[in-house]
C-alpha cells in the first residue's frame, strides 16, 4: 500500500471505530443501551425450574433412604433410629412415620444439583429451589443439618431406643426361657408316661439273655 | 500591583487543589466514559452520603445513586494499604521514582494560563517550561521500572523511554510553528493573541497576527493540531499507545510493583500529564480561556474565563477516553514507524511551510 494510501486508510478506520463506540456512548442513556443488572439491589429472575439449593420438610420425610440411594455422589447422611408405634405425627400426605431422624446431612459442596434425590421420595418433602446465593465463608458450613433434633435429644433418643432394647431383649429372653421352662416341662412329662413300659420290656430281655445261657 | 500579586497566591493555592481535584474528576469521568462506551453503567454504589455513612460505619443504598464519590472511596481505600517494598529493590530509587513523576506533573501545572490573572507562575518561556518540566517524569518512571527489580516493571520503563523521547520531536516542531507565528514562547500571550472571535484560535491559521492572510495556514495549523494531539496520547502512555503499561502482556509497566498510595500517585500524575498535554493544546491550538465569541468575553462575567478553559480541556480530555476505548494497542514497531515514518515528515513539512509563510508573505 502507498503511503498516502496508509494514511487515509488509517483516518478511515479511524473514524469508523470511533463512530460506533460514539454511538454506544450516546446509547447509554436509552433504556435498552445498557446491559448492567444492578445484582444485589435487581436480579433477573431465573427459569421456574432451576436447580440451586436443596431443602427437605424434616417433618414430613420418612426416613426412607430412598433419596440417599438414588444420590450419584453419595451426599446426603441420614441416620435413623426406631421409635416406638404412634409417638410420631403423621406426614401431611398421610403416611406413617415411625423413625426418628437422628442425622439428615446434604453435604451442598458436594453435591452436583442434579435433582434425581427429589424424584423418588414418597413424601415429596425434599426439594431442590431456585435461592442460589448460598455462598458461605467456611466449606464446612456447606454442610447443611436438616435433622430438628439437637445432639442432646438425639444421645437421648439413642438412649432411650437402647433402654427399650434391652428391655424388648429381656423381655424376649424371659420369654424364651418361659417357652424352654414350659417345654422342658412338656418333655420330661412324656418321658415319665414313656419310662413305665420301658422298664418292663427291659426285663424281660434280660430274661431273655439269660436264657440261653443256662441252657448252654 | 498589590492586586496581581494577591491573585497570584490564589492562583497558586488552586493550582495545588487543582491536580488532585483534576485527577479524581477525570478518573471518575474515564470509568464512567468507558462503561458507556461497553454498555456498561460504571460505578453507581458510591455516593458522598454512603461514603460518609461507610466512613462510620454504616452501609447505606441509596436508589438513584451515580457513583459520584467512587474516586475518592478509592483514594481512601489506597491510603490504608500497606506500602510494600520489594526485596532486591533499590529502596532510594524507589521511593524516590513516584515524587519524581508527581513532580515533573505538578510543575507543569504552575505555569498553566487559566486566564489573564490567573496564572501561578507567568515565565515568558512558559511553552518552553512546560515541555521540559513534563519529559522530566521519564526520568521517574524509567527510575521506578529500573529501582522495582521486576522485569515487566523494567520492560515498561524501556519502551516507556523510547516512546517519550521518540514522540518529543514531533511534538516539539509542531509547537514551533505557534511559536513562529506568535513569536514568543509566552503562554500568556499566545492566548491573549487568539481572543476576539473564535476563527483567530491558531487552529484555523495566523489570521489574528496577519489578517485575512493568515488563512492560509489553515491546513497546516489541522495537522499540527492533529500531530500534537496524537503526540499528546503517545507523551501520557495512553491507548492506542499503552504499550509501557501495556495489561494484557506487561501486568501493569513501570509501576508492576507499587501499592497503596505510591500507586495512587502514580496514577494521579498520569491522569494530571493528560490534562497539562491537553492544556497545552487549548492554550496553543483552541485560544486558551477566550470562549470565541468576544461578547461574551467582554461580560466580565467572574470566573467565567477559567471555567471555559477548563471545560475545553476536559472536552479534549473525553475525546482522549473515546479514543482510548476504541482503538486497540499499537506494537512496538508499528509505534515507531508512526513516529518516525509519518509523524516526523509531516511536522517538517508544516515547519517549512510555516517558516516560508512568516518569511514571504509577512
Ligand atoms: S441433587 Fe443430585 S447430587 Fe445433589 S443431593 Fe440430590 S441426588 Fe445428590
Ligand atoms: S426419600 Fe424423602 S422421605 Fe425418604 S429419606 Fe429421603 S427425604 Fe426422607
Known amino acids: ?216 | 500591583m498589590d492586586n496581581i500579586l494577591v491573585w497570584t497566591m490564589i492562583s497558586i493555592l488552586v493550582m495545588v487543589g487543582l491536580v488532585s481535584v483534576v485527577g479524581i474528576i477525570s478518573i471518575y469521568l474515564e470509568r464512567k466514559v468507558s462503561a458507556f462506551m461497553q454498555d456498561r453503567l460504571g460505578p453507581m454504589e458510591v455516593g458522598f452520603g454512603s461514603l460518609a455513612n461507610a466512613i462510620i460505619g454504616k452501609k447505606t443504598f441509596k436508589e438513584g445513586r451515580i457513583g459520584l464519590a467512587q474516586s475518592l472511596a478509592d483514594g481512601l481505600k489506597l491510603l490504608q494499604k500497606e506500602d510494600i517494598v520489594p526485596k532486591g529493590a533499590d529502596v532510594f530509587l524507589f521511593k524516590l521514582a513516584p515524587m519524581i513523576v508527581f513532580g515533573g506533573t505538578f510543575a507543569a501545572f504552575a505555569a498553566l494560563p487559566l486566564a489573564e490573572y490567573f496564572v501561578p507562575a507567568d515565565i515568558n518561556i512558559g511553552l518552553f517550561y512546560i515541555l521540559a518540566i513534563s519529559s522530566f517524569g521519564v526520568t521517574g518512571i524509567l527510575m521506578a521500572g529500573w529501582a522495582s527489580n521486576n522485569k515487566w516493571g523494567l520492560l515498561g520503563a524501556l519502551r516507556s523511554t523510547a516512546q517519550m523521547v521518540s514522540y518529543e520531536i514531533p511534538i516539539g516542531v509542531s509547537l514551533i510553528s505557534i511559536v513562529m507565528i506568535c513569536g514568543t514562547l509566552s503562554l500568556k500571550e499566545m492566548v491573549l493573541a487568539q481572543s476576539g472571535w473564535f476563527w483567530n484560535w491558531h487552529l484555523f491559521g495566523a489570521i489574528s497576527h496577519n489578517g485575512a492572510i493568515g488563512i492560509v495556514l489553515l491546513p497546516v495549523m489541522f495537522i499540527n493540531f492533529l500531530i500534537y494531539f496524537t503526540c499528546s496520547l503517545a507523551e501520557t502512555n495512553r491507548a492506542p499507545f499503552d504499550i509501557p503499561e501495556a495489561e494484557s502482556e506487561l501486568v501493569a509497566g513501570y509501576h508492576t510493583e507499587y501499592t497503596g498510595m505510591r500507586f495512587a500517585i502514580f496514577f494521579l500524575a498520569e491522569y494530571g500529564a493528560i490534562f497539562v498535554g491537553n492544556a497545552i493544546a487549548v492554550t496553543l491550538f483552541l485560544g486558551g480561556w477566550n470562549s470565541g465569541i468576544p461578547m461574551l468575553d467582554e461580560a466580565n462575567i467572574p470566573g467565567i474565563a477559567p471555567l471555559i478553559f477548563i471545560t475545553k480541556v476536559f472536552v479534549l480530555i473525553f475525546v482522549v477516553m473515546w479514543v482510548r476505548w476504541t482503538l486497540p494497542r499499537l506494537r512496538v514497531d508499528q509505534l515507531m514507524n508512526l513516529c518516525w515514518k509519518y509523524l516526523i515528515p509531516f511536522t517538517l513539512f508544516t515547519f517549512f511551510y510555516v517558516t516560508i509563510y512568516k518569511v514571504f508573505l509577512t
Open chain 1, 1 to 216: 500500500m502507498s503511503y498516502f494510501g496508509n494514511i487515509s486508510k488509517a483516518f478511515s478506520t479511524i473514524a469508523t471505530g470511533m463512530k460506533i463506540t460514539f454511538r454506544h456512548f450516546k446509547n447509554a442513556r436509552k433504556p435498552d443501551g445498557i446491559f448492567t443488572t444492578q445484582y444485589p439491589h435487581k436480579a433477573v429472575p431465573l427459569p421456574k425450574f432451576s436447580r440451586q439449593q436443596l431443602h427437605n420438610r424434616i417433618e414430613d420425610c420418612i426416613g426412607c433412604m430412598k433419596c440417599a440411594n438414588a444420590c450419584p455422589v453419595s451426599c446426603i447422611y441420614i441416620e435413623t433410629v426406631k421409635a416406638p408405634a404412634g409417638t410420631l405425627s403423621d406426614t401431611s400426605n398421610g403416611q406413617k412415620r415411625r423413625l426418628y431422624l437422628t442425622r439428615y446431612d446434604i453435604d451442598m459442596a458436594k453435591c452436583m444439583f442434579c435433582a434425581l434425590c427429589t424424584y423418588p421420595c414418597p413424601t415429596e418433602c425434599i426439594t431442590i429451589n431456585s435461592d442460589f446465593n448460598f455462598i458461605k465463608f467456611e466449606r464446612k458450613d456447606l454442610l447443611y443439618k436438616f435433622s430438628d433434633y439437637s445432639p442432646e435429644q438425639v444421645e437421648q433418643i439413642k438412649q432411650e431406643a437402647k433402654l427399650r432394647e434391652q428391655q424388648e431383649a429381656a423381655e424376649k429372653i424371659a420369654k424364651a426361657k418361659a417357652a424352654a421352662e414350659a417345654k422342658l416341662k412338656a418333655e420330661t412329662e412324656a418321658k415319665a408316661k414313656a419310662e413305665v413300659p420301658q422298664v418292663e420290656a427291659k426285663t424281660e430281655e434280660v430274661k431273655a439273655e439269660q436264657k440261653p445261657e443256662t441252657k448252654e
